[in-house]
């Protein structure tokens, strides 16, 4: 039985083998408006209930970067395999009469694989731009090598996996494959952008970075449902100090090159706020350093105790929502070296 679908939001729905004649025609109808696309843009998703709210992601995304947006949901159905197409328009005022407009080219899939999006969804492509991919939900069977072999980038969000240790295994698979050529940007490891710009800060002078070596315990406070994210800092930590990773009576243990053990706490909090991680406290035996943030405020704070002195500090940490964090990556299209050397420390994390 089909699942009934909102689809008021698409547009005009369209024969699968009309969507380039139809596009041609959107834009020849109006010609105070010009079509513009630097990239091909695709959200992916297995919830039927994504579909309104990912074009409203989709336009908000375009605001920044024209591209081809493509929007595919792809539904288990025992049946035939159906697929469906419809074409619609973002467009923003240029110099405040003509309009500079993105395409919109949305697909559903009932009883679909990744045979159908490769062959139906991928045929649509702007040709010679890259695709990047949003993948929303877990890396399920339709994540193979038919999928990712034509990615350039690829954004997740490893808070939502409820299996975080299979998707990362597959996710590392994926990306140790001779065809594969994508990036990876986990929205988890975003989200903590500021929080260890604002870890790094404490240790910017002398005293402070000679303390590094002797740490011997991390705490982390983080919301429920994040613990991923405090893993992913708890990674960030080992790698940056080229420790080796160890367990003792299930508790997380970061051996630096020196010896020095690192204990390391995970609490979870009771707050529902939409900070991943609400503080993290690094102790020696004669220093404290601690970032924190507080439920919905706009700012960090740190607060350095070394030896009698006592320093604190205050931080921007605008709240961003998945969209913002997107498009600000887009902007920058900067490496990410460093997540791909912490995969390997945040999988023996994950167990």
């Known amino acids: 039985m089909s699942i009934v679908l909102d689809t008021s939001t698409l547009g005009q729905e369209v024969p699968l083998g009309r969507v380039d004649k139809a596009l041609k025609e959107l834009w020849g109808q109006d010609e105070a408006r010009t079509k513009a696309s630097l990239m091909n843009f695709a959200i992916y998703s297995e919830d039927p209930e994504s579909l309104d709210d990912n074009t409203r992601r989709l336009e908000e995304i375009t605001l920044e970067h024209a591209c081809r947006g493509l929007l595919i949901l792809v539904l288990p159905s025992e049946g035939e395999p159906k697929a469906r197409a419809w074409v619609t328009a973002h467009c923003q005022l240029h110099e405040g009469h003509k309009s500079v407009c993105s395409e919109q080219v949305s697909f559903v899939l009932e009883g679909g694989n990744m045979n159908q999006v490769r062959n139906i969804v991928f045929a649509h ?34 808070a939502t996996w409820t299996d975080p240790a299979r998707d990362m295994a597959i996710l590392h698979t994926a990306l140790t494959e001779k065809t594969s050529k994508f990036r990876v940007y986990d929205l988890s490891w975003l989200r903590s952008h500021l929080f260890r710009t604002a870890i790094a800060s404490c240790f910017s002078d002398a005293t402070a970075l ?22 992913l800092l708890v990674a960030w930590l080992g790698v940056r100090l080229k420790c080796t990773l160890g367990t003792e009576n299930g508790s997380i243990r970061l051996q630096q090159p020196e010896g020095q053990v690192i204990e390391v706490y995970l609490t979870e909090s009771s707050s529902s706020g939409s900070e991943a991680v609400q ?6 035996e004669n220093a404290c350093f601690k970032v924190s943030r507080d439920c919905g405020t706009a700012y960090i704070k740190t607060d350095v105790s070394i030896g009698g ?6 931080l921007p940490a605008d709240l961003v929502t998945d969209v913002e964090l997107i498009t600000e990556q887009l902007s920058r299209l900067g490496g990410q070296s460093l997540y791909g050397q912490m995969i390997p420390m945040l999988r023996g994390l994950l167990g």
């Open 125 to 158: 492509l702007d040709s010679d731009l890259p695709l990047f991919c949003w993948w929303q939900g877990e890396l399920s069977s339709n994540f193979n090598e038919r999928f990712y072999s034509v990615m350039d980038l690829l954004f997740f969000d490893s």
């Open 309 to 314: 002195h006592h320093h604190e500090q205050m």
């Open 279 to 284: 503080s993290v406290t690094l102790c020696s």
């Open 210 to 231: 000679a303390e590094l070596s002797k740490l011997k315990k991390m705490e982390i406070s983080h919301c429920p449902g994040q613990r991923i994210s405090a893993l």
